[in-house]
């Protein structure tokens, strides 16, 4: 992948950046009693967005085939309010990923916050990906030769085995992926590790660290 670095983080990028809590009571006793997801079917998954303890705002992840039946398409949309004495953040982001065959053919996010609006971009050419990522404080561009098969958004619909890393559609370009001895998954980026749960294949808790105020994102059964 030949590119420009690129620049901070961001608050999209806090949440866009996903890993997990040890699983709140009610949600794993849901999740166990759940079955396993079926990578191939259709799905929703929705979640709620806390900041210190309290909700300010939701997370709705889904997958379907498209009309023509031959392509996946899995988006990821969040909408963010917070209000904490001289600390105000707004989000809303929308991610859409389109796959044929396995692989990613084109991946858009837009984002709109309080500090204005951004996107970014992936799409397969053929032979290689045109990347851009203009985000908050967060600018990328790239060429990717290899086939991207594994995104963040897969995180939501199973537990990842066996993947050595997933492609982070905010940022433009990757996210390495561990399995800890605890049975958590690893999500390492720029010097930060995040952790995924999931019970009986089912995503069920994320925390997304952040130094001002973690987000913590419960599934909602």
Known sequence: MRRLPGRGRGWAGALLGLGALPLAGRAQAAAAAAPAPDAAADATRRYAIEVAGLRV?????TRARSAAGSDVVCTLTSDVRVNFL??????????????????LLL???EAHTNQGDFASRAEWRGDHYDIVAEQYKHSYRATERRPITYAVTNLFFAEPTGQPQAYAEYFGDYFALRRAPDGTTRATRA????????????????????PLKNFVIRWLP
């Open 107 to 109: 991946s858009t996010v």
């Open 86 to 103: 001289f600390y105000r953040l707004k989000i809303y982001y929308r991610v859409v990923n389109r796959v044929r065959g396995g692989q």
């Open 191 to 210: 010097g930060r590790e995040d952790e995924y749960r999931y019970a009986n294949g089912q995503l069920v808790t994320i925390i997304k660290k952040n």
């Open 57 to 61: 705002g939701t997370m709705t992840a």
